[in-house]
């Protein structure tokens, strides 16, 4: 009796093991499914990227407003750059202010109603950027949003002391950033473009 007893408790400890282990598979697949479809959906944007022309210098959008997007990740420019472009307005991306600033200066160059910057870029950080476009008077009007991985107090601190209105840290949600933009430059986004803003996911970008 004492041998069928302690024969039934393994089976139970190994039945018990055996869901362990399935559950344990189940969240691994569900893992790699899950990634598996945020990479095709990323794939999918980019794709929409190349067809709608939204790389490097490139700006489109039917609306009047400008805004830049000044960061040194190529893949947070162009998110930003679509969500926003998808959003109906124009947008140029620069890796860095100076780049930006050459831009300004050439024949096509004007001043842009926000701009979206980084704080660690290269050949001059995002404060100084900042500083430079608010002491010159033809961008008092222009509004700036920090995104950043940066979220102490003092940064924050800075940011506004350097002339940003706004301060967004990564990762961060590209929907809530393009009704930031929204609510900044008091436009309204079409209701046929909202679909897509309520479907956009959590951007986890450096």
Known sequence: MGFIDSLRRKH??????CSLCYLHTVQIVHCIRSTFTRKIWLAEQYCEI???GVVGQLGIGGMSKLIFVIDDSPT???IVGISLCRAGFQVLGFSDGVEAMRWLAGPTGRAPDLIVLDIGLPKMDGYEVARRFKEKPQFARTVIVMLTRRDGLLDRLKGKLAGASEY???PFKTAELTVLVEQRLGVSIPSEQQDFLDGQAVFELA
């Open 50 to 52: 190349l067809r709608s």
């Open 76 to 78: 947070v420019r162009k």
């Open 12 to 17: 139970i400890v190994f039945a018990l093991y």
């Open 168 to 170: 967004m840290t990564k």
